[in-house]
């Protein structure tokens, strides 16, 4: 039987991959290291590729503070109610635009596309907020950000690639328009549906110029601005003493994988979806 001959060419294209995989996952690699060594061996000046000195003090130390389990409990918070209510209010306003015989389809578009170019700025939105009582709210986080206009045009883009075949046979047989939505349109949409919404919880998880702006009460920070204030006691050595053992960089460290890894956990499962959906926003016309 004759062998198949690999060319040079694939060969480079092989090897040149593979270490650029590499390349960009040693950062990843390297903080997950450095956050689980002892932090009395420790230098960012060295290169880790595996711990020096195995220790889980940093950790410990940050799963000590009840601020940060309330952080989390908030941003988990946010990231689920917010993005179930950016998903319906996204899906609501995309379905219509993808009609072609929805009355001011064009002036509606414009609308929303406006504020995308052109926006009313920091001040104007807080002093909406303000007037609406969502100051120092979780609320304040969730309506603020209620749809997003580029998710909006990639799930509107998604819908008008639906055959419109199948809407006009379901309305002769006397479905109506929001028995359409949820029998026929978001089932044949899951792969839009799963990158918008992993858009989304992702914007909420790493929420944090808002947070600060709209909310006052420590016990209703997001996990993002927890973090930069331990971090800061750590940094500045006001921690009562513990910080004396703690080397602030191991805690940054720290911060980062405890940050990034529930997301890291929830994409596998929305990888295939997540791969198709995103191709959505390269596909032009």
């Known amino acids: 039987m004759r062998k198949k001959r690999v060319s040079k060419f694939s060969v480079f294209n092989y090897t040149f991959f593979v270490i650029l995989g590499l390349v960009m996952l040693y950062p990843f690699w390297y903080v997950v290291m450095y956050s689980v060594s002892d932090p009395s061996r420790t230098s960012l000046s060295d290169l880790y590729l595996i711990p020096n000195g195995l220790s889980f003090e940093t950790y410990k130390f940050a799963l000590q503070k009840s601020t940060l389990l309330t952080g989390f409990r908030n941003t ?56 609406l009582g969502l100051i ?51 089932p044949l949409s899951k792969a839009a549906l799963a ?20 909310i006052n009460t ?20 006001l921690s009562g003493g513990e910080t004396l053992f703690m080397n602030p960089e191991n805690f940054k460290m720290a911060a980062i994988v405890i940050t990034v890894l529930p997301i890291i956990c929830v994409y596998p499962f929305l990888q295939k979806h997540f791969t198709q959906g995103v191709m959505l926003g390269a596909v032009k016309g």
């Open 76 to 131: 988990v918070f946010l990231a689920v109610v917010g993005t179930g209510l950016d998903m319906a209010f996204s899906i609501l306003l995309a379905y219509p635009l993808s009609q072609e015989e929805f009355p001011g389809k064009k002036y509606v578009h414009a609308f929303i596309i406006f504020p995308m170019l052109f926006g009313g700025g920091m001040i104007p939105t807080y002093l909406v907020v303000k007037q």
């Open 218 to 237: 420590d016990s209703r920070w997001p996990l993002q601005v927890v973090l930069r204030n331990i971090i800061q006691m750590v940094s500045a050595d």
């Open 195 to 214: 990158t918008i919404s992993l858009f989304y919880a992702v914007q909420h998880w790493n929420g944090f110029l808002e947070a600060t702006i709209y």
């Open 136 to 186: 120092d709210s979780l609320w304040s986080l969730v309506f603020v950000s209620l749809v997003n206009v580029y998710n909006l045009l990639i799930l509107c883009k998604f819908f008008k690639g639906i055959p419109q075949s199948l809407i006009e046979a379901a309305r002769i047989d006397g479905c109506g328009e929001l028995r359409i939505l949820t029998r026929i349109v978001l």
